[in-house]
């Protein structure tokens, strides 16, 4: 059994930073492609960063710049250090693989905040 659990959000004034941890457990981590995906009342999730299991990444335009996404395969974690915040980036965070989700499910994601 995969267990998603996302941590790190709050709130955060325009301009600002944050850094999202996800620990996925229960899965041989380190094969999967994982990304982080953000969500909105009344809105479809959309993907924001992935990264590869070699290391390769890949960001929605919005974020370009600004976010960051790492992993540690040994500790089983994906982070996204967001920088230079801005209050449409106010969103439920996930972490997840593109690839397993329906296997997966979700987790509860974190909240981030971003308003003055």
């Known amino acids: 059994q995969v267990q998603l659990v996302e941590s790190g959000g709050g709130l955060v004034q325009p301009g600002g930073s944050l850094r999202l941890s996800c620990l996925a457990s229960?899965?041989?981590?380190?094969?999967?492609?994982m990304a982080w995906y953000r969500q909105v009342p009344g809105k479809q999730r959309e993907l924001v960063a992935a990264?590869?299991?070699?290391?390769?990444?890949n960001y929605a335009d919005s974020v370009k710049g600004r976010f960051t996404i790492s992993r540690d395969n040994a500790r089983k974690m994906v982070y996204l250090q967001m920088n230079s915040l801005k209050p449409e980036d106010t969103a439920v965070y996930y972490c997840?693989?593109?690839?397993?989700?329906?296997?997966w499910g979700w987790g509860q994601g974190t909240q981030v905040t971003v308003s003055s």
């Open positions: 997840n693989s593109p690839t397993r989700t329906t296997a």
């Open positions: 229960g899965t041989i981590f380190s094969t999967y492609t």
């Open positions: 990264i590869t299991s070699g290391g390769s990444t």
